[in-house]
């Protein structure tokens, strides 16, 4: 603490000395250079790697393409589904990672397996297709009885 206390009394002491003698410190620079150089090996960095896309509406797509099954017509709710989109854009290793019914998860599969395929990711760095993994949501509403 003590140190401190000398530390301080010394900068307010050369403070007021510098500031005695007639010196002012200008806080408003009148001129700033700005030096700007161009790297041309700099590359630009994506920052978020091109992910997985389905060509088209997904939803859409989803929707006309859904079949609740009549014995579960009452029951609604998501079903998690996480799957491989592959380098050619084919699907496969279609996982259940939250489910709601066996006959709504089976559909929800049946669902993923028959999509068309997708857009692959990219990787990164090379902008080469890679395999990654993608989740959606299959999303069952209760059905109205006629």
Do not use: C
């Amino acid at each position: 603490m003590k140190v401190y206390k000398i530390l301080s009394y010394i900068f307010f002491l050369t403070l007021s000395i510098y500031t005695s003698k007639g010196n002012n410190i200008d806080i408003n620079p009148t001129k700033i250079d700005v030096i700007v150089e161009k790297d041309s090996t700099a590359k630009p960095m994506l920052l978020v790697p091109p992910m997985p896309s389905f060509k088209g509406n997904l939803q859409k797509w989803l929707r006309k393409n859904i079949r609740h099954p009549e014995a579960a017509d009452t029951i609604e709710g998501r079903v998690i589904v996480n799957f491989l989109v592959q380098k050619d854009g084919r699907i496969s290793d279609i996982k259940i990672l939250k489910g709601l019914h066996p006959l709504l998860d089976a559909e929800a599969i049946r669902l993923i397996r028959s999509m068309p395929r997708w857009n692959p990711a990219l990787d990164i760095w090379t902008l080469k297709p890679k395999d990654e993994r993608f989740t959606i949501a299959v999303v069952f509403k209760k059905r109205d009885k006629k």
